[in-house]
């Protein structure tokens, strides 16, 4: 996992806060994510198409699709994470305030900074895709269905490549949190066919003792 939780509640939104500051980052990888490597092209995306990438932290998949010629638009409630990464790519942005959020905007890259569910498509602006490897998995289950529904509102139910997690959930509390099959349908079945790509054990576990599946999906419109 990549990036953190703006559910429109405090607590969870200090909770994301607090381990930035920490920087407490066990769901930070330090490479590309390999079913990303191995998936993107399934996507079907011609080059300087832009990618959104909701939750994004402070991820290095952003290095990697920006590599491949892509354009990113990312969302994060943390700014350590957006400063963190800006400083990465040793990039300056030129910042605005957008209602409730900053927006970074620099070369290929515009990453707005607050409360996801505060940002509108007139702001966002036109998406060819989603990866998501990071926002379904962070939030709980009694928000999943308005942030799908809002993803879809927001991006025009574009693609979506989706990263989830399987576990027992009564071994380990998340973030991240078990997203098991039947709730990927749930939440988008209606607005999206979905194709499992890949499915692979996490090396080590959770915590190194709670075994879970690493599966990527992908979500094409039905329209």
């Known amino acids: 996992m990549t990036g953190s939780t703006a559910v429109g509640n405090t607590m969870d939104a200090r909770f994301w806060h607090q381990k930035w500051q920490r920087g407490d980052l066990g769901f930070h990888q330090p490479q590309a994510n390999p079913l990303l490597v191995r998936h993107c092209h399934?996507?079907?995306?011609?080059?300087g198409s832009r990618i959104l990438l909701p939750l994004c932290g402070m991820t290095l998949d952003i290095s990697w699709l920006l590599a491949q010629g892509f354009r990113v638009a990312g969302v994060e409630l943390s700014q350590v994470a957006v400063d963190e990464l800006l400083n990465r790519l040793n990039l300056e942005p030129h910042i605005?305030?957008?209602g409730s959020l900053r927006h970074h905007r620099v070369q290929d890259i515009d990453l707005f900074v607050g409360d996801i569910f505060e940002v509108s498509a007139d702001w966002l602006g036109p998406v060819d895709a989603i990866y998501d490897r990071a926002a379904l998995v962070a939030l709980p289950d009694a928000t999943r269905q308005r942030?799908?529904?809002h993803l879809i509102?927001?991006?025009d139910t574009a693609p979506q490549l989706l990263i989830t997690y399987e576990y027992d959930q009564s071994q380990m509390a998340g973030?991240?949190?078990?997203?098991p099959q039947p709730a990927i349908e749930r939440l988008y079945g209606a607005a999206?066919?979905?194709q499992s790509l890949e499915r692979q054990a996490v090396a080590g576990g959770f915590k190194g003792k709670v075994a879970a599946i690493e599966a990527a999906w992908?979500?094409?419109?039905?329209?």
């Open 42 to 47: 399934r996507l079907r995306l011609a080059p």
């Open 147 to 149: 942030y799908a529904s």
């Open 153 to 155: 509102r927001l991006t």
């Open 175 to 179: 973030p991240p949190f078990s997203v």
């Open 218 to 223: 992908l979500l094409q419109p039905k329209r």
């Open 192 to 194: 999206y066919q979905l």
């Open 96 to 98: 605005t305030q957008v």
